[in-house]
């Protein structure tokens, strides 16, 4: 197995150490939330956030870089994680639908191949054509990533938690699912030129000044052949979905340092939610956690 101390060393190669930040996403803001079910899920899943009155919320906005000092301009991945607290479980969301690898060991592959080549440099290009020909399943997220609009404000992006997850329904049925946070202010793109000036931070200093904000949970189930283990294949877009509620996003926690620190890990789920036989998430544990021992020692 993957060794998670070699992928986040990896990491660090790859965006330069920078003490006390994440690995990645290391630039973001965390937000008092609200998350209200509708109720549609409550046949499919035991899981009580999703069920019942509105339970409280920690999100966090990033975008991806490692180094908290990049310019927010341009396209670029972003992320919009999410900490239910009754019960606590997490949601972990990217601004594009599938991911990159479709295993740690090819994630760790891509890593080592992408360090030292500037973004934008034709080393960077021919690094990652070679992995897509080593590794084909992963081109449809490199389309997507290439492809990201700059996005108006965090408010105005789609959100897709890329991994499958099973749902255990009150008879014991298990399904299984794809989240997306759909943003209720609809999607709103600016040009590159736009953004050009923008420096770190841009839009978390944007979303300051636009709370409140929701998003809507939308749920896809999947059909009986769609892949469940590979997080880079997508499900076919007709497959059935519920809206499983809405997230009102209110204003910026007390603590900003506190839940700043704070871990948002897809494995931690609540009652009547199982992860899926996708081995990326369920690595994503143990690669948080190195992360987090690394910045608690100062590191």
Request: aromatic share 10%; hydrophobic share 40%.
């Given at each position: 197995m993957t060794d998670p101390v070699t992928v986040v060393d990896a990491m660090e190669r790859m965006s330069g150490l920078h003490p006390g930040f994440r690995r990645a996403h290391a630039l973001g803001r965390c937000y008092d939330a609200t998350f209200t079910p509708s109720g549609a899920a409550a046949a499919y899943t035991a899981a009580a956030h999703l069920r019942g009155e509105p339970t409280p919320a920690i999100v966090r906005y990033s975008n991806t870089a490692g180094d908290p000092g990049q310019p927010d301009a341009g396209p670029a991945v972003r992320g919009m994680a999410v900490k239910f607290l009754s019960p606590e479980t997490d949601l972990v969301a990217l601004n594009v639908p599938v991911f990159m690898a479709s295993t740690p060991a090819k994630f760790l592959d891509m890593t080592r191949a992408l360090?030292?080549?500037?973004?934008?440099?034709?080393?960077?290009?021919?690094?990652?054509?070679?992995?897509?020909?080593a590794n084909p399943e992963s081109v449809h997220a490199f389309q997507e990533a290439a492809t990201i609009p700059v996005p108006e404000s965090y408010a105005t992006i789609r959100f897709w938690a890329q991994h499958a997850f099973v749902w255990v329904g009150p008879d014991g049925t298990r399904r299984f699912v794809r989240y997306r946070w759909e943003p209720d202010a609809g999607l709103h793109h600016l040009t590159a030129e736009d953004s050009a000036d923008w420096g770190p931070g841009h839009l978390l200093d944007e979303l300051a000044d636009r709370l409140p904000v929701s998003f809507t949970l939308k749920v896809?189930?999947?059909?009986?052949?769609?892949?469940?283990?590979?997080?880079?294949?997508?499900?076919?877009?007709?497959?059935?979905?519920?809206d499983a509620g809405r997230l009102e996003v209110v204003k910026p926690v007390a603590d900003q340092e506190f839940w700043d620190q704070a871990v948002f890990d897809p494995t931690r789920l609540a009652e009547g939610i199982e992860l899926s036989d996708d081995p990326v998430l369920a690595y994503r544990k143990q690669a948080y956690a190195e992360g987090r021992r690394r910045r608690a020692a100062g590191h």
């Amino acid at each position: 197995m993957t060794d998670p101390v070699t992928v986040v060393d990896a990491m660090e190669r790859m965006s330069g150490l920078h003490p006390g930040f994440r690995r990645a996403h290391a630039l973001g803001r965390c937000y008092d939330a609200t998350f209200t079910p509708s109720g549609a899920a409550a046949a499919y899943t035991a899981a009580a956030h999703l069920r019942g009155e509105p339970t409280p919320a920690i999100v966090r906005y990033s975008n991806t870089a490692g180094d908290p000092g990049q310019p927010d301009a341009g396209p670029a991945v972003r992320g919009m994680a999410v900490k239910f607290l009754s019960p606590e479980t997490d949601l972990v969301a990217l601004n594009v639908p599938v991911f990159m690898a479709s295993t740690p060991a090819k994630f760790l592959d891509m890593t080592r191949a992408l360090t030292d080549k500037p973004s934008g440099s034709q080393q960077r290009a021919d690094a990652v054509v070679a992995f897509i020909t080593a590794n084909p399943e992963s081109v449809h997220a490199f389309q997507e990533a290439a492809t990201i609009p700059v996005p108006e404000s965090y408010a105005t992006i789609r959100f897709w938690a890329q991994h499958a997850f099973v749902w255990v329904g009150p008879d014991g049925t298990r399904r299984f699912v794809r989240y997306r946070w759909e943003p209720d202010a609809g999607l709103h793109h600016l040009t590159a030129e736009d953004s050009a000036d923008w420096g770190p931070g841009h839009l978390l200093d944007e979303l300051a000044d636009r709370l409140p904000v929701s998003f809507t949970l939308k749920v896809q189930f999947a059909g009986p052949e769609d892949p469940t283990a590979d997080p880079t294949q997508p499900w076919p877009a007709d497959r059935p979905e519920i809206d499983a509620g809405r997230l009102e996003v209110v204003k910026p926690v007390a603590d900003q340092e506190f839940w700043d620190q704070a871990v948002f890990d897809p494995t931690r789920l609540a009652e009547g939610i199982e992860l899926s036989d996708d081995p990326v998430l369920a690595y994503r544990k143990q690669a948080y956690a190195e992360g987090r021992r690394r910045r608690a020692a100062g590191h």
